[in-house]
């Protein structure tokens, strides 16, 4: 009970991530295409400014509570994708960096420099959490003894790069939302232009992503066990759906409102597919991960319930007031100011 | 050139480059939120602008503590893969927690506090860096008691081929965490003390801004000499926290090979661990380890000899480190207490002592890395102590992974970190808006 409470719990962490990271992620992707000049490369810096920071310790967490919760699949999991974790943490800390370096020196070629990096620091993790958790819906070739029979290549298989391709495309849709929310005139049209025209791409990829796991992984078999929770996917359809009409219609809240079901519909479809494994072995599905063989002891799980219900409630009450205070638009003023990226 | 010693260096690495911005985070942030909130008392302008150009180079500092911090997290799996299941029940939560209780407060906030001056109210945007600065503290609590759990493992079996929780409350209250907890962030206060009384002595050198520096350089001189007395007191108690449950590293600390009561101590001492004793020993102290050790002079300080080779930890690394940290500890009450003279007059102070405050600055970040030397090599050959050898936790991959990621996050670092400090002393030398 106590495992399949905190299998819930990691799926809601990863969702939530996907959900906020996805858009700084989506805007750091998009911003060398979009911008024109300096003022909308701010603009953009800025949109993400308040918020990126708080929105990456979900990743922390997630990959925490991974640890606490499931030693035995954090184990398995963080040693077998090694070259794939350096590489996504090495962007990391270049988009992290970017974000307080840019604006330190008052030079073009150093600004230059800084947004090449903030780019690739968006984009490569974008590219590859949608590799990582396509090749956990997948399985990995990993044996008894947990140990890795494969390279970084054996994960760039075309399920693969199809998750890679997707969650790029998912932050991308999401990030220019975002844009379009928390910007104005030329910039914030042309975010909610590349908006519609990302979301035929963002369909098809979508379908055929959905499609493809019905053959390259176990996912549906849950769902055909119990048909009732087809309704995950089916809300991922819907925001999906839902979110090209808002976005036609300018109601850009709504539509991140729908961008956002969407992720989390694409999350939730993976991690309830995969139950009750963590990570399964494409070599052996005796030799999966699952909830039951690498779950911590009872009194772990249940101390670790209690501060979870008691701190994250208080950490999304206060990550709420924090998007509530600085929903506005971002002006001129917001740029001159003097804290500004 | 296995895994076991590539994934060592580049722990070793990780962790150390880490610790370079981390004591800074932790000092400066209190400092800064006593300005700012000193501002808000008396709304006197000048300790708005110290809030906002030592924010400054707060945050410059603090986006290299939190990208390198995310290595270590993700190091645990990748590296010591064995080990994070053999432990993961004790050590994973502690983790978990810190992430959940005190890693969104502080990167949530900070957000607010960079955004927020022309947004929040003069109190709420004081609150806010306050919550920084506690969130950053409390973070550290957890990952000491981490540390502390792998130092002196406490409630807790061996089942099922694992360690597994018995006693959260033990875990939690462990004294030996607690001792590291005050002894770290106190040794971040002098850290952070001596940061901002050096490069306001650098300003007050050339005359620029002295009532602004003047008022930096007495704040960072108080941070200095309490926690350079605090950590030094404590520093002592801690030693015997040490001395009770790992005697083996306290041998090493103090190269000490022969058990025995009333245990001398040399001032000078030079470590010949091929030989298993001392090629130099001199000025001798009667009884002064086992006093040290055991507030007792008839107290038995085990030697070195009393283990098995391959259960002692490298000798001449921790004593080296040890010496340094301690010397370096007594450095800084005797540069504090000189520096406080002046406290209240500091551009009168000589442009000696005032250039000897610049060149300071590093020689904190210097003894907190000793010291962090001193406590995870002379855990060795352990990485819990007593109960997992640092061999048997490290993960199953390829050397090839390791050598490429450990090059890789080496010139990364240097890179970065490079730029920190051309950062920092650009904007530290700026001076104020």
Redesign the interface.
């Known amino acids: 009970m106590l495992e399949t409470i905190w299998f819930m719990l990691w799926g809601v962490l990863w969702a939530v991530y996907f959900t906020l990271d996805g858009f700084d992620l989506g805007l750091g992707t998009i911003m060398p295409f979009i911008t024109r000049n300096e003022v909308e490369r701010r603009t953009v810096y800025n949109a993400a400014g308040p918020f990126w920071d708080g929105n990456e310790v979900w990743l922390l967490t997630a990959g925490g509570v991974t640890f606490a919760a499931f030693p035995g699949t954090y184990a398995v999991m963080f040693s077998s994708l090694y070259s794939a974790l350096f590489l996504l943490l090495f962007a990391i800390i270049l988009r992290g960096v970017s974000f307080e370096f840019r604006s330190k020196v008052d030079s073009a070629a150093w600004r230059s420099l800084w947004d090449k990096l903030h780019f690739l620091g968006s984009f490569l993790p974008a590219l590859l959490l949608g590799v990582a958790f396509a090749n956990i819906f997948q399985g990995i070739p990993f044996d008894q003894a947990g140990v890795y029979h494969g390279t970084l290549f054996t994960l760039l298989n075309p399920y693969g790069l199809a998750g890679g391709v997707l969650f790029t495309l998912l932050f991308v849709h999401h990030g220019a939302i975002w844009l379009a929310i928390k910007s104005s005139g030329e910039l914030s049209e042309r975010a909610r232009s590349l908006a519609i025209k990302i979301w035929p791409a963002l369909v098809i990829v979508a379908v055929l992503f959905l499609v493809w796991t019905a053959f390259a992984t176990q996912l549906y078999a849950n769902y055909l066990k119990s048909p009732l929770l087809f309704v995950v996917p089916l809300a991922a359809v819907a925001g999906l759906v839902l979110v090209r009409p808002a976005v036609g219609a300018n109601r850009m809240w709504r539509a991140f409102a729908y961008s956002a079901l969407l992720i989390v519909g694409v999350t939730f479809f993976g991690v309830i597919g995969l139950f009750p494994a963590l990570l399964p072995s494409s070599l052996n599905p005796g030799w999966s991960m699952t909830i039951m063989n690498s779950a911590s002891s009872p009194l772990t799980l249940k101390i670790m319930l209690t501060v979870a219900l008691i701190f994250v409630p208080i950490v999304i009450a206060y990550q709420a007031w924090v998007y509530k205070t600085f929903s506005h638009k971002i002006t001129q003023a917001d740029l001159d100011y003097e804290e500004a990226y | 050139m296995d895994v076991l010693f590539l994934s060592r260096l580049q722990f070793a690495a990780a962790t150390m480059f880490h610790f370079i911005f981390v004591p800074l985070t932790l000092g400066l942030s209190v400092l800064v939120a006593i300005m700012e909130t000193r501002w808000v008392q008396t709304g006197d302008e000048t300790y708005k602008r110290m809030a906002?150009f030592w924010g400054k180079l707060f945050?410059?500092n603090?986006?290299?503590g939190?990208?390198?911090g995310?290595?270590l997290?993700?190091q645990?799996?990748?590296?010591w893969?064995?080990y994070?299941?053999y432990?993961?029940?004790?050590?994973?939560?502690l983790?978990?927690?810190?992430?959940?209780?005190a890693?969104?407060?502080e990167?949530?906030?900070?957000?607010?506090w960079?955004?927020?001056?022309?947004?929040?109210s003069p109190k709420m945007h004081a609150v806010s860096i306050w919550l920084v600065a506690g969130a950053s503290n409390l973070s550290a609590i957890w990952i000491l008691l981490a540390n502390g759990w792998m130092q002196n493992p406490v409630g807790f079996e061996i089942?099922g081929g694992r360690a597994?929780?018995?006693d959260?409350l033990a875990v939690v209250t462990n004294p030996f965490g607690w001792q590291q907890f005050i002894h770290t962030v106190s040794g971040s206060f002098v850290v952070a003390g001596f940061f901002v009384t050096g490069i306001s002595a650098w300003h007050l050198l050339r005359g620029s801004n002295t009532d602004f520096f003047g008022r930096s350089f007495r704040i960072g001189v108080k941070a200095a000499l309490a926690a350079s007395l605090i950590v030094a007191i404590q520093g002592h108690f801690h030693g015997n926290e040490v001395a009770q449950v790992q005697p083996a590293k306290l041998a090493a600390m103090e190269s000490h090979w022969e058990t025995q009561a009333n245990a001398p101590m040399h001032l000078l001492v030079i470590p010949d661990e091929a030989n298993e004793g001392n090629a130099v020993q001199m000025f001798e102290i009667p009884s002064m380890l086992s006093i040290l050790a055991y507030n007792s002079a008839s107290a038995e300080v085990k030697g070195l000899k009393d283990w098995p080779e391959e259960e002692r930890p490298p000798v001449a690394i921790t004593f080296w480190s040890f010496r340094i940290m301690v010397g370096l500890g007594v450095l800084f009450i005797l540069m504090a207490g000189a520096a406080w003279i002046y406290r209240d007059r500091a551009q009168q102070a000589p442009g000696l002592l005032l250039r000897t405050l610049v060149w300071f600055i590093p020689l904190p970040y210097l003894a907190l890395q000793a010291g962090w030397v001193v406590a995870e090599v002379g855990r060795q050959p352990w990485i819990v102590y007593g109960i997992m050898k640092t061999k048997d936790a490290v993960?199953?991959?390829a050397v090839s992974?390791v050598g490429?990621?450990l090059v890789?996050?080496v010139l990364?670092y240097l890179l970065?970190g490079a730029?920190d400090i051309f950062?920092l002393a650009?904007?530290a030398r700026k001076g104020p808006?």
């Open positions: 906002k945050l410059i603090f986006a290299l939190v990208v390198t995310i290595t997290e993700f645990f799996g990748t590296n893969s064995r994070s299941a432990v993961g029940d004790i050590f994973g939560s983790l978990a927690i810190e992430a959940t209780a890693f969104f407060l990167s949530t906030f900070i957000g607010v960079v955004f927020g001056w022309e947004r929040l089942r597994e929780l018995t959260f993960s199953p991959i992974q490429t990621s890789a996050l990364l970065l730029l950062l650009k904007y808006q």
